[in-house]
């Protein structure tokens, strides 16, 4: 039993340091070293290609409507895949009924992505549907043809893994980027 | 079409991880691989654990359990004292006591139930030193037990099965690392973050936007997480935060990480016994039930989500698109989420509370089963194992004659223990959830209304008994009750089927072998797989129909009704 005790306890300290210490430092020497940009955030310029922003008025491509229920923390800090709505949930319901008419007095046709909210509640993108579904009322605000802002959307998709994993998405902070650069 | 493609590339990779991976197994517990001796051997001698001796059955599980109770203390202190220690750079103060026993029963028990936002609770050396310590032992704790069970009945006339410190040893240098450190650089070139420099501050000047985003050491944390079925995500999204989960190809690593052991691990069992259709047969059951659990979820979740139906705004012909994510869809969530629910994993890629009623009730139904198809690293093979000596003794009891298995004698012990083992799991849940539904400290955390709120409470102690881990979000379950209720039910579910497991081996190490007759019941044909799966559909219908029937099944007649 004392002898168990005492080789429990160093085995601990055998792990904390080898697991605990040692190989997350390795991992970050080595991201650090090879993949500065993708360890650190993805950041751009203008937020991370991978965090969700909120997007609101009509002069750009909307993204999930997540912004309405996620929480900060301590900090102020993001707080990620808060509870979510059961499926028989009248709240979800009167929700997804306010997101559509929202879009629509946009223009926008409402789309299923479009109204319901993300797991993480930071979901960066979009189908190309839900972008095509946009292009009409950021034409009219933008003054843009919408043949061009169809083109701008073609070049932002991400294709599919192998091409036929998963699925097609834009991610909504490069697209409006690109958008901002239209002439 | 597209989700029978996604399939052709997991299925043969995990052929070859259950060939492989399953024979490299055997040669690190048969202790046949010595080249990193060099790491071995300094442990040892601190240890003073001569690698060569063995324990009796007794000896092996008072280490564990000695072993355990320390991890838990370690991982209790690191997580209270946080405030006071370094690497802390959004200053949290330390985690309350309640919320810090729940967490570390959780990690120590390989459950990784969460009842706190990581992002905004655990400082970074409390997700490194004391979260992913306890991933990687707690999983080598699991596995060493499976293979401890594989040695007594493998071994005849023998006192020993196995040494419990050379098995720890071993499951987390040969194998937890190794894989886990080559899939972070996977996980971080997709996108993972891996950082220590504390949240990012951004500002947008396009949209007004200001965030603060939290980071992490996360992207070498996903690979343990997954690979020994924890399911501990370093935020509380999980698996659906783009920070873990990036990418449709992080994603089917991770699916391939979650079932690589424990599938791998019948291929080490046959090796073991010395007979490799013995582990097929064990493989075949698990293939099937997860095959049949995975087509109903995934046909569930392609469905509309009722609530937004009957708002009439959109159509949902991409399916339930509620609490998941626009890079992975109905059909990658459900596949991710039903594979780490068949373990004991518990990660999502999507939000297990917004799945349509029949979608929920598969990830529920499928824990109920015991968590056998293929189950946890190691608690998955050793609680089919216990099956398997169930049924065996039905077998026996119909033809009158007394049961074998790989050649032991199951006697009146043996079909005890298993039996103890077996039902351990069903009367936690009940009895957890029956309680929690009378007090008020129960029922206040629910987060829906109706049947769903039901289903929370029994998801939730479902979950915690299975050393699962997964949550149906919606129950708030940091509270004192939930909290002290969860941790036990956490505790029983792991110890009290380990140490019957430990007996079993034990009780069947010290048997001889007796030569299959023609009377013998084979457990190596289809109809063992047939019977094996039947067993396990018939003690898990038989001890949760009813409290199902309350949750999901009349949430999913409920047509046309909102709650």
Known sequence: ?183 | MGYIAELVVVVPILALVWRFLGAYMTGVYEGRYRFLRWIESPIYRVLSVDPNSEQSWQRYAGSLIVFSAVALVVTYTIMRLQGHLPLNPQHLGGVTPALAWNTAVSFVTNTNWQNYAGESTMSYLSQMAALTVQQFVSASVGVAVAVALIRGLSRKDSKTIGNFWVDLVRGVFYILIPISFVSGIVFVAQGAVQTLSGPAKVHNSLNGVHQIIARGPVGFMEPIKELGTNGGGFFNANGAHPFENPTALTLLLSVILILAIPVALTYTFGQMVKSGRQGVALLATMTIIFGVWLGFTTYAETQPNPAVASAHVVSQRTGNMVGKEVRFGPRLTSLYNVASTQTSTGSVAGANDSFNPMGGFGLLTGMMLGEVSPGGVGSGLYTILLFAIITVFIGGLMVGRTPEYLGKKIQSREVKLAALGVLVMPITVLILTAVAVSVHGGQSAIGNKGPHGFTEILYAFTSQANNNGSAFAGLNGNSAFYNITGGLAMLVGRFAVMLPCLCLSGALADKGVVPAGPGTFRSDTPLFSGLLIGVILIVGGLTFFPAVSLGPIVEQLSHGKLF
Not at chain 1, 86 to 98: E, H, I, N, T
Not at chain 1, 106 to 133: H, K, Q, Y
Not at chain 1, 168 to 182: C, E, K, P, T
Request: proline share 6%; net charge positive.
């Open chain 1, 1 to 183: 039993m004392i002898l168990n005790l005492r080789r429990a306890l160093v085995a601990s300290v055998v792990f904390l340091v080898l697991c605990g210490l040692l190989y997350p430092l390795a991992g970050t020497g080595i991201s650090q070293l090879f993949f500065a940009r993708q360890a650190n955030g993805s950041l751009t310029p203008y937020g991370s290609s991978l965090i969700g922003q909120v997007w609101t008025g009509p002069g750009w491509f909307h993204g999930r409507p997540d912004g309405s229920i996620i929480t900060t923390g301590p900090g102020g800090v993001l707080v990620s895949g808060t509870n979510q709505p059961g499926p028989r949930s009248k709240a979800l319901a009167s929700q997804v009924a306010k997101t559509a008419q929202t879009l629509k007095r946009e223009g926008v046709i409402p789309t299923n992505d479009l109204v319901t909210t993300s797991g993480s509640l930071l979901d960066p993108d979009i189908s190309p549907r839900d972008a095509f579904a946009q292009m009409r009322a950021l034409s009219a605000a933008r003054s843009v043809p919408e043949s061009q802002l169809r083109r701008l959307i073609d070049g932002q998709i991400h294709g599919k893994l192998l091409g036929f994993i998963g699925r097609q998405y834009v991610d909504v902070l490069s697209l409006n980027i690109a958008l901002s650069r239209l002439k």
